[in-house]
């Protein structure tokens, strides 16, 4: 089964390529991406790399975890799932905000 492993500090220079290159020697990748800016298209300083074998990723987190890659330290390990954001506003009711002063009811 495939794994996903987090990879944080990279340098702004670090590509999805060099990325990949970088954990080939551990197994099969099936995706090696560098996350970034949506506005600027800079790099954000992690990414994420998946193998295709469990066994594969955690070698290469026990291998890769504290190296150097492109002049930075990463930090490699296992990637969590996003919890699912709350959409709409926060807080609630119908504006006043909390301790308006105001009896709703």
């Known amino acids: 089964m495939a794994k996903k492993l987090f990879v944080g500090g990279l340098s702004w220079d670090t ?3 060099g990325l990949r290159q970088a954990f080939a020697s551990y197994g099969e990748i099936t995706e090696a991406k560098v996350i970034t800016d949506r506005d600027t ?9 998946t193998f295709a074998q469990d066994d594969d990723a955690k070698t290469a987190i026990s291998k890769m975890d504290g190296t150097n890659l492109d002049g930075k330290t990463i930090k490699v390990n ?7 954001r ?9 504006g ?4 308006s002063g105001r009896n709703r009811w």
């Open 86 to 94: 709350g959409g709409g506003r926060s807080g609630g009711g119908f």
């Open 78 to 84: 296992e990637a969590q799932e996003k919890s699912p």
């Open 15 to 17: 590509k999805d390529d």
């Open 96 to 99: 006043g905000g909390r301790g």
């Open 41 to 49: 298209g800079r790099s954000r300083g992690f990414g994420f790399v």
